[in-house]
């Protein structure tokens, strides 16, 4: 797969664009953190480049610089699928624009899915019970007390999340159990149990809470966002 004029065209649309979008993603963690929070770190855009990948996908490459208060800055490359098919199924499957997708994967160093799979992702959900009765099978196999709408107590810890944030965490593990190959693999509709021993292993850990954050479980002091 070699870059088209349309991949290099929609490169060039995409520069400004993802720069806002950086930019929009630092002001709000200043206004959250404040200017002086030593973890804070801005991405500084250098270069846009297109670049098939060993397995012929095209990507992105982005070279940006780390700045952070009170250190020196830091270069890093980091690779971005973004051939069409790739954009045409994230369009599917992800309320913003590519740019907003990407800049908080650069940002937040989320890593790039492999795959984006709109239908397989339908799938999973279709094949699921609806929310409350996932929520009441994780409360019960952690052996926990229903105390309001989204908060279950188990033990000491205070488990903080929706019915919809849970069906969201078991539809990931549902996926994840419908690709799993080989002797010891996962099976469909297994999602449900793997979400809930995820759940399980992080109360092991002795949180006080476990909030729902950026689409995952945290363990955390304090039932407020961010999880410290």
Do not use: K, N
């Not at 349309?6 to 709000?28: C, F, G, I, K, S």
């Not at 759940?199 to 002091?221: I, K, Q």
Request: proline residues 7%; charged residues 30%; negative net charge.
């Amino acid at each position: 797969m070699s870059p088209t004029d349309r991949d290099v065209a929609y490169v060039e649309q995409l520069r400004p664009e993802l720069a806002a979008r950086l930019a929009e993603l630092h002001a709000e963690e200043v206004a959250y953190f404040g200017p002086d929070e030593p973890e804070l770190t801005e991405i500084v855009v250098i270069d846009l480049t297109l670049d098939v990948a060993a397995d012929g996908v095209l990507d992105l490459v982005v070279e940006h610089d780390l700045v952070s208060p009170g250190r020196e800055d830091e270069r890093e490359t980091r690779r971005l699928r973004i051939d069409r098919e790739y954009r045409e199924a994230l369009d599917r499957s992800f309320q913003g624009s590519y740019a907003q997708w990407a800049a908080r994967h650069l940002y937040f160093g989320i890593d790039c899915p492999q795959a984006i799979d709109p239908d397989e992702v339908a799938a999973a959900s279709t094949s699921l019970p609806d929310a409350e009765a996932l929520l009441e099978h994780v409360r019960a196999f952690v052996g926990g007390e229903r105390i309001a709408t989204d908060r279950i107590r188990v033990g000491r810890a205070t488990v903080c999340l929706t019915p919809e944030q849970w069906r969201e965490h078991v539809v990931d593990w549902e996926v994840t159990a419908q690709r799993d190959r080989g002797p010891d693999a996962m099976r469909p509709g297994h999602g449900p149990v793997g979400a809930a021993i995820e759940l399980e292993e992080l109360l092991g850990e002795y949180p006080a809470y476990v909030v729902w954050w950026r689409g995952a479980l945290h363990g955390s002091s304090r039932a407020g966002l961010p999880p410290i």
